[in-house]
């Protein structure tokens, strides 16, 4: 197969990209390793910035995320039995919407495949060669075992947090952290329990209250990353839930899905080499506290389609030479605001009475004041893209 840009992943930023690329006249082609159904079946995260939104209406990526995405005005933090709320429009002009990831990608393959994209899935990369030349290529193999070679003037790995295209960009690894915590999280039948999501810490550890929809609602409670998920019964869940929200009772419901997240936060040491670049995940994961992994990995493709147009179109490499610099700015800033909040909200199981008396002094000082408040509602409503490149 021969095309100009290869990109490994039909994730939000490979479909992203492959869509904006498109409408640039630059034909891409997509592959990934899961099959359709399994991508728009996944749960994952939930909040999208305004500026994601923006660009998935204006680009005619999604309509429907326009119709609709709710609109969220701020969060609630609870601490210390007291909740606190953060006015978003009032804080920084802007707003937050709840629309699922897995909408999103539904969206985002329908738009590829009415475009005639090639897509396809079932596919698995194997390895990225010739970084270094003009004419990179991306070996693969199908489901039925055949041997693809995608050669490309260009190769995007946006394959996630397990990345093979990094080994050609970054074979060093990159920089990490681990947590002593995971979420586990549930889908649930019941109305929701509050009008905006709650952040809570409480002497139990950490929960999230989000949303869904009228009728289904996503919760999370901080747990072991080596809990089982079918050991705990329904009560036992509810119980653990309501344990970390005092002062709020949650409307309860049947639990229909459960799953462990596990946290990590990661950056790549590179992101690019020659003509492979690395996006999304497989650049950079985030542990979830404050949601920033798709609109992270969305900001990414934002600078790469406009370095692409220019490498393609106009055949000028600067803006493709600036694109780790300027990528990783952004990059770095979503990695702090992740592992704050993380850090902030959750109770380490070594934590001593200094550490949680500390914690809550830091919360006190964030929500009594205003320029506190307002830093948190500028990272977690997300920054303006940058317009260098
Ligand atoms: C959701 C996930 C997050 O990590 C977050 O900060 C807010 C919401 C969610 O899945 O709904």
Known sequence: IRTRVAIIGAGPAGLLLSHLLDAAGIPSVVIDRRSREEIEQTIRAGILEQG????????????????????????????????????FPALCGRSVFLYPQHEVLKDLIAARVAAGQDLRFGVTALSVEGAETARPHVFATGDDGDLLDIQAEFVVGADGSHSVARQAVSPMGGHFREYPFAWFGILCDAPPSNDVLIYSNSDNGFA????????????????DPDAAPDAWSEQQIWDELQSRVPGTTLNEGTIFQRDILRFRSYVAHEMRRGRVVLIGDAAHTVPPTGAKGMNLAIADVVLLQRALRALLLENDERPLDAYADVASRRIWKAQHFSW?????????????????????????MVTESEAGRRYLAEAYTGWPFETEL
């Open 52 to 87: 994601t939104v923006d660009l998935l209406v204006g680009s005619g990526a999604s309509d429907r995320v326009r119709e609709e995405a709710h609109r969220h005005d701020g969060i609630e933090l609870r601490f210390d039995g007291g909740g606190h709320r953060f006015d």
């Open 208 to 223: 999230l209250i989000s949303q869904r929809s009228d009728a289904v609602q996503r919760m999370y409670f901080q747990c």
């Open 340 to 364: 704050w909040m993380t850090s902030m909200l959750h109770v380490a199981p070594d934590a001593s009475e200094f550490d949680r008396r500390r914690q809550l002094g830091e919360l006190r």
